[in-house]
């Protein structure tokens, strides 16, 4: 198994999302299909700091940080049938404390 060593560009992040729920509070089992994509997940990787408009703007979160992204945010890819995802820091909608 090979480790996942991606640096993103400045201005994204790169993001494990987190796997959702399969099993309702009631016990039922719900197929991987139903619902909707998760917008959580763990930073793996922080680019750079960008600029926007002339000013400096800074990641708004560090590694190891669960965050909360945009429903239709960032650029997906699969590495060794893992699903990953890069994020503009601009889709970053909350940081977990």
Do not use: C, R
């Amino acid at each position: 198994m090979s480790k996942l060593n991606f640096k993103p560009t400045p201005g994204y992040l790169l993001i494990e999302p987190l796997e959702k729920e399969v099993k309702t509070s009631s016990g039922i089992y719900l197929p991987e299909t139903s619902g909707e994509k998760p917008q959580m997940g763990k930073v793996l990787a922080v680019g750079g700091k960008t600029y926007v408009d002339g000013h400096e703007v800074e990641s708004p979160a560090e590694v190891d940080n669960t965050v909360m992204y945009k429903k239709w945010g960032g650029n997906e890819f699969k590495f060794e049938g893992k699903e990953y995802l890069f994020v503009k820091f601009e889709d970053i909608l909350a940081v977990q404390e």
